[in-house]
């Protein structure tokens, strides 16, 4: 399978396809962050989805490869989008690890947001580009940063296929 040729919905009944989601409260205003840590499996994952939903005046997102720890954090297991198959991830997620390398960053996202009386309007942002290719065997870090002036809640989704044919 090539990436190009990436059939969701076939990946999806092959039981290939896997979601981790997670919503954390009360990140702190002014430089608060929210991170989790990627650990790849055996195989190559093609990121078919990203969302990251916030209810801030101003969010930066940030993904970095090659990260060391010094602890794991706490797992949240991923799920397989067929319900019916019993095929497990061979990736692990983990909130709020403890950073003692962030490795090379990517680009990063800026999610806006508004603050204010008579003002509502979240913040998010979905795909950073059409795919990404992440490598076996391998950590990454996923960072989003609140640099907006109150403590926000953030909502992190990430959808994948693990694929040895990429």
Excluded: C
Excluded at 74 to 93: A, F, G, H, K, W
Aim: cysteine-free.
């Amino acid at each position: 399978m090539s990436h190009s040729n990436l059939n969701i919905f076939a990946e999806i009944a092959n039981g290939m396809a896997f979601q981790a989601s997670d919503k954390v409260d009360s990140i702190a205003n002014d430089g608060g962050v929210q991170e989790y840590l990627v650990k790849t499996g055996a195989m190559p994952l093609i990121i078919i989805d990203r969302v990251i939903t916030t209810n801030s005046d101003e969010v930066i997102f940030q993904s970095f490869a090659g990260v060391t720890v010094s602890d794991d954090g706490d797992e949240i297991i991923p799920q397989n989008l067929n319900r019916m198959s019993t095929r497990p991830s061979t990736v692990q997620v983990f909130r709020d690890p403890t950073v003692t390398d962030e490795g090379i960053g990517s680009f990063p996202s800026y999610i806006p947001g508004s603050t204010g009386q008579g003002q509502t309007f979240n913040g998010g942002f979905n795909q950073q580009g059409l795919v990404r290719i992440l490598p076996a065997n391998t950590m990454f870090l996923l960072r989003s940063t609140n640099n907006g002036g109150a403590v926000v809640n953030i909502e992190t989704s990430v959808i994948w296929v693990e694929s040895p044919e990429v």
